[in-house]
């Protein structure tokens, strides 16, 4: 973890040149965070965090489509940048696998490839993590990259070492955390992608 903080500190800058405006290319990615919103604002009022925020252009996009939003990142640096860009919005520092929330304050989570440099043994502990703090009701949407086999395969990701995942890997360990799948999507890679880039939408199941 300490190792991914550094590594994103360093790159920052760049990561904010290169990423802030990516949603603008991505149609199907913008369908689904637009679904997720209706889906987030249809429960309740409670609010959406978007963790592994980076430079909070997600975050943004989410919170204009009427889910009031806020970001967590693991580097000081991306939520510096996010603060600078977006200043009417909040961003904390925070990691996965110990949010500085109480139980059940979320509406909804978004999680666009903030997993892919977790280690797959500590995966469990993220997704219980999430599980706590989503109300009753409240969504998950996961982001990845997509590998065809069970296991999560290592690859050289140019900020660290991360992972891709199988989409069914990956729902059995949120089933096992309590999750509900509501659906998946698993789209080619685009011009300058290596991989098949996937979403799982979930659900914390309501309270008896």
């Known amino acids: 973890m300490h190792d991914t903080r ?5 790159v920052a800058s760049r990561y904010a040149e ?28 409670a609010p959406v965090a978007d963790i592994g ?8 996009h989410l919170h204009a489509l009427g889910p009031t939003t806020f970001g967590i ?24 696998t110990a949010l500085d929330l109480a139980d059940g304050v979320l509406g909804g989570i978004l999680a666009l490839y903030s997993i892919i440099h977790t280690q797959p043994q500590q995966l469990p502990v993220v997704f219980t993590e999430f599980q706590r703090v989503l109300a009753p009701g409240g969504h998950l949407l ?17 900020v660290s070492l991360a992972y891709r995942w199988s989409p069914d890997s990956l ?10 799948e509501v659906a998946r999507l698993l789209r080619e890679p685009h011009e300058g992608e290596r991989f098949q880039q996937a979403h799982l939408l979930v659900r914390k199941p309501q309270e008896p």
């Open 171 to 180: 729902a059995e360990l949120l089933r096992q955390a309590g999750f509900v």
């Open 18 to 45: 290169l990423f802030s405006n990516v949603l603008e290319t991505l149609p199907m990615e913008r369908a689904l965070l637009a679904a997720f919103a209706e889906l987030v604002q249809a429960q309740d009022a």
């Open 6 to 10: 550094v590594a994103y500190d360093a």
């Open 53 to 60: 925020c980076g430079p909070g252009h997600v975050t943004a």
């Open 73 to 96: 990142d693991l580097s000081s640096a991306m939520v510096a940048l996010a603060r600078r860009a977006h200043p009417d919005l909040r961003f904390d520092e925070g990691s996965m």
């Open 142 to 158: 996961l982001g990845f990259f997509a590998g065809d086999d069970p296991l999560p395969q290592e690859f050289d990701h140019k």
